[in-house]
């Protein structure tokens, strides 16, 4: 059996934009015209629609990986063997390895490529290094393109900026930007608000605050450009951009590799201001400098002091979102020693806050229930052994104990509750089975021996998985929100929440409804990959 990979690379997309016919299917003839002389018969063709430089970031060729990893296929076709893989040398090394492995043939127009025979392995891995060495080529000749047409005035990003349209420049190559009239006028009474020169009488306040000027717009029939409602972001990031006043900035917010629980991710950390290219640009300007200028020393002014000692106080910060509105719920602290709160900070949602604790107690009884099946975890050692050695140690189990007694008297509130007929019977049961299932966990812990400083093997004796239940255990081990937070990364994609009706009315604060999706590569059973858990009302 054999199949047929095929992707584009960045010369076919030039190629593209200058006319020529679509790439995919021109490989795919060739492909089958080579498979026709072969007497091949091609099962299966796989067709890679998204660009990336690693095999993370290209989910087709996982695919195709895994099968023949599997020994599914005889061979696979491609145009050229860089097809399969430009990334780094472990990406080349994984494509090489596994083809090596499983026997497999990789066919292409020119040459087949025998696994088994000592130089064709050779040249196969040749070729990979050199198609790597001309992507690094490529890479760094763009970069320079980018930042001369910078210099030149030019707009390199896809994207207009708020108030612009890119508009292809005449004769040459490259784009500038253009007023659109309607977002201009959005742009300019947002500079007009903010720096405190507002002419229009329909407005009564003058140098307003971001969020004030947020809700005057809500208030009126502006829009930006996704057609959705202003937010403080939007309106900060507009009155920041020095394009308004015909310049152009690069470099503000580079992407930058991070390696994450073993996987590379994308970030975009802001750039020091000494670091950014700021040049004129070949556009109208839309807002006056002297306008621009007092713009910027408000901002500077209201800037807040970038905290040093910061630590992590929500085990669920960047998880956990509203089922309303999309939008990332925040931790509320409170005064007096009140319990924090979770709430959605979009203005105008029907979102009602909860206490943080509650939410907690209501992801672990999810995660819990999923005790039958086996969960993947952790795959960075050195994520490992950082939570290990924050593990609370048995002979500080204050923590536990503490957690036990807040634990029993939610239940005696429970029971008051059923009394009192706020509380059905389903209600009681549900909420009951929550609490008594995480009092067991507390007592098991209690009862180990409290008089050794072995730490707990997230490992689970040395394996690469866990049940959900032990999972649950080194949560509740775990002192620092930061590390908790790094674990529940591991193996949860995202959690939504929804509560409409205020607790304090009806008293019954754990009236809410939380869905937790795990991550589906670190669970065992694929069709677990995703749990409901939604509490009765």
């Known amino acids: 059996m054999y199949c047929m990979y095929l992707r584009k690379s960045r010369a076919d997309l030039e190629n593209e934009a200058r006319g020529e016919i679509e790439t995919l299917a021109r490989h795919e003839r060739t492909l089958h015209s080579v498979a026709d002389s072969m007497g091949i018969t091609v099962q299966a063709v796989y067709r890679e629609v998204v660009s990336g430089e690693t095999i993370a970031s290209r989910p087709v060729v996982r695919k195709l990986l895994d099968e023949v990893s599997q020994e599914i296929w005889e061979g696979v076709l491609v145009v050229e063997i860089e097809r399969l893989a430009r990334g780094d040398t472990i990406d080349q090394g994984v494509v090489a390895r596994t083809f090596k492995l499983s026997g497999t043939r990789i066919i292409t127009p020119q040459k087949t490529f025998d696994p088994f025979n000592e130089f064709d392995e050779e040249y196969f891995e040749f070729g990979l290094f050199m198609s790597r060495r001309e992507y690094k080529m490529i890479n760094r000749r763009l970069q320079r393109g980018r930042i001369a047409s910078v210099i030149e005035g030019k707009y390199v990003a896809n994207v207009a900026p708020l108030g612009y349209a890119r508009k292809k420049l005449e004769g040459q190559k490259g784009y500038s930007l253009m007023p659109v009239p309607e977002e201009a006028d959005a742009v300019r009474t947002i500079f007009a608000l903010f720096a ?40 900060r990031t507009v009155l920041a951009n020095p394009v308004y006043i015909g310049k152009i900035r690069w470099n503000t917010r580079p992407q930058k590799k991070v390696l994450t629980s073993g996987e590379i991710k994308i970030t975009r950390p802001r750039n020091s201001e000494k670091d950014w290219i700021i040049t004129e640009g070949k556009h109208e300007a839309i807002i006056d400098s002297s306008l621009f200028a007092t713009a910027q020393d408000k901002l500077r002014k209201k800037q807040r002091a970038v905290r040093r000692d910061f630590e992590l106080k929500n085990p669920l910060a960047g998880l956990i979102f509203c089922a309303l509105c999309g939008a990332k719920l925040t931790r509320r602290p409170h005064p007096d020693n009140k319990p924090d709160t979770l709430m959605c900070a979009s203005k105008g949602c029907r979102c009602v806050s909860t206490r943080l604790e509650l939410v907690e107690q209501r992801l672990l009884s999810a995660i819990t229930m999923l005790d039958d099946d086996r969960i993947l975890i952790i795959a960075d050692v050195r994520s490992q052994e950082a939570i290990s050695k924050n593990i609370v140690k048995p002979d500080s189990r204050k923590t536990l104990k503490k957690e036990r007694d807040a634990i029993l008297a939610q239940l005696e509130s429970a029971h008051d509750l059923l009394e009192k ?23 098991a812990a209690l009862q180990e021996d409290g008089h050794t400083d072995q730490t707990l093997d997230i490992r689970a004796n040395g394996k690469d998985a866990m049940s959900f239940r032990q999972f649950v255990d080194i949560y509740m081990r775990l002192e620092k929100c930061g590390m908790k937070n790094e674990l529940l990364k591991t193996v949860i994609e995202k959690i939504e929440y929804a509560k409409t009706v205020n607790g304090r009315w009806h008293d019954s604060p754990d009236n809410f409804e939380v869905t937790v999706y795990l991550r589906e590569e670190r669970i065992s059973d694929k069709n677990e990959a995703r749990t409901n858990w939604d509490t009765l009302k």
């Open 421 to 443: 007929g706020v509380y059905s019977v389903e209600t009681f049961t549900v909420r009951g089975s929550d609490l008594n299932r995480r009092l067991e966990l507390i007592n």
């Open 196 to 235: 405190g020169n507002n002419t229009d009488k329909s407005y009564a306040d003058r140098d307003m605050s971001i969020p004030q000027i947020v809700d005057t717009l809500n208030a009126t029939a502006m829009r930006p450009r996704n057609g959705g409602k202003w937010t403080v972001s939007t309106v």
